[in-house]
């Protein structure tokens, strides 16, 4: 995705498949609700910068929390 600065982070693996948080780094305000709502604590917000710190299990929480729609829980093959 040219503009676009994603990252993403495996959060865990099953059948084949795997779950990841994906962090569009275009859209975060780094207002931090989602490291408030994690309850891993597995969010950290560093400065202006969104990172995956500890084990994350990909419940949706911070996807459902963040008012930006800047984070995602993607199942890949």
């Known amino acids: 995705m040219a503009g676009s600065e994603d990252h993403k982070s495996i959060c865990e693996t099953n059948n084949n498949m795997s779950t990841m948080l994906r962090i569009n ?6 207002c931090g609700t989602c490291v408030a709502v994690c309850p891993e604590d597995a969010l950290e917000l560093i400065d202006a910068y969104l990172s995956l710190e ?3 299990i990909a419940c949706g929480i911070c996807a459902r929390a963040c008012p930006l729609g800047a984070l995602e829980v993607v199942h890949e093959e």
């Open 25 to 30: 780094r275009d859209k975060c305000g780094y």
């Open 54 to 56: 500890r084990e994350c």
